[in-house]
């Protein structure tokens, strides 16, 4: 290891969503902590268009952020709470959960990526965490008993504990030899961001129709997100239209009781099934997207992310308070046995759904509908799924 060589505790690898909200939580625990981030986050403009990425943020992950010190940041710039969820396919077989069910003031928050990026970032900036900015990763070696990071700028660091946080095509996944399970779902995804004539309410509904769902995400001040699932090619083809055209679509396309919408931005992206073979090495994590990705159909994908990043941070701090070896594989496994059930379970769960709902046999067609009927009279199980979703 030559001089230059920079030797932290933890280095994270990704600052976004997942990798800020765990550098920041270690850091608060006494960790010496680097984040590579390739690109800063923009500044926030109160009066810019919302992010076309959202984020469904549920009750336990709102919690992690308060206790992180970062949640008043967020509110400080912009968020939407949520009431109310509703699904259904047929009218007559509706779900419907609600926070007062739960006895919650909210089941959670709408908040665009770039604002809780963001106020993740300058949390990080109050503490101490060292931020390399912009940086890309080269190389990742194992080196006297930790790692060795290699950098395009040419800089190396040496960590006792490198953290994949760098989304679904992790480079560190990829270096570290990680493999992969998954598949391309046989549809793409839509966010489109809206002005609404009527106000946006508190609550988020989502359609299932044959070609995909349709759903509805509250934001602030009259803005909502639409989201719209379909065969990729479709999604492409909407993709290319003005403005115009794509409200013509969407007025088509979506239930009436979306009322009139202005469409202002609008993204796509693949749905996307990817699963590690394993979360951890000797020295060495995967958490977020680098681990699982998810059908987005609950918007659960951040809320995993969360609760890696709170299970891993029990797991080093509860390691280290017992004089234990905290990078070891044997600990690390600890922390991979506690995310692996919970990760498989709703990448299952999504699925199911994703497959129930995507066959348009008719007898398929009753069986779930009667489904969802018995789901939204099952009383005490329908309350514990919502729980669940929640982290609750």
């Not at 992969?180 to 309410?201: K, P, T």
Request: hydrophobic share 45%.
């Amino acid at each position: 290891m030559t001089e230059k060589t920079q030797k932290w505790d933890v280095v994270i690898v990704g600052g976004g969503m997942v990798g800020a909200a765990l550098a920041s939580g270690l850091a608060a625990h006494g960790f010496r902590v680097a984040v590579l981030e390739q690109q800063e986050p923009a500044a926030f403009d109160i009066n810019s268009t919302p992010d076309v990425r959202i984020s469904a943020l549920g009750a336990a992950s709102v919690d992690l952020l308060r206790q992180l010190g970062v949640w008043s940041r967020v509110q400080a710039m912009r968020s939407a709470p949520y009431r109310k969820l509703e699904t259904w396919e047929w009218h007559t077989a509706q779900v419907n959960f609600d926070a007062e069910s739960l006895g919650l003031p909210e089941l959670g928050y709408m908040v665009e990526n770039s604002v809780l990026q963001l106020a993740l970032w300058q949390q990080l900036q109050q503490q101490e965490v060292t931020l390399i900015s912009p940086a890309r990763l080269k190389d990742l070696q194992p080196c006297n008993g930790g790692w060795q990071l290699s950098l395009e700028s040419g800089e190396n660091l040496h960590a006792r504990l490198v953290v994949g946080a760098d989304g679904a095509s992790s480079q560190v996944r990829q270096l570290a030899g990680i493999g992969i399970h998954g598949w391309n779902y046989a549809q793409s995804c839509m966010l489109i961001s809206v002005r609404c004539e009527q106000d946006a309410g508190d609550c988020t509904w989502q359609q299932f129709t044959p070609e995909g769902p349709r759903a509805f995400l509250p934001l602030f001040d009259g803005w909502a997100s639409l989201v719209w699932y379909d065969s990729p090619a479709r999604i492409r083809q909407l993709q290319t239209m003005a403005m115009p055209q794509l409200s013509a679509e969407i007025k088509k396309h979506f239930p009436a009781r979306l009322g009139r919408v202005t469409p202002v931005t609008a993204g796509s992206f693949p749905l996307v099934r990817r699963h590690a073979t394993r979360y951890v090495l000797p020295g060495l994590a995967l958490v977020g997207d680098a681990a699982h990705t998810i059908n987005p159909l609950a918007g659960q994908g951040v809320n995993l992310g969360y609760r890696d990043v709170d299970a891993l941070i029990d797991t080093l701090t509860a390691s280290r308070d017992r004089a234990e070896d905290w990078a070891a594989e044997n600990v690390l496994l600890r922390y991979q046995r506690q995310r692996l059930k919970d990760n498989m379970l709703m990448q299952g769960g999504m699925d199911l759904f994703y497959f129930a709902f995507s066959t348009p046999a008719a007898p398929l067609r009753i069986l779930r509908n009667l489904g969802l009927m018995a789901a939204e009279r099952s009383g005490v199980l329908k309350r514990q799924a919502l729980r669940y979703a929640l982290g609750l």
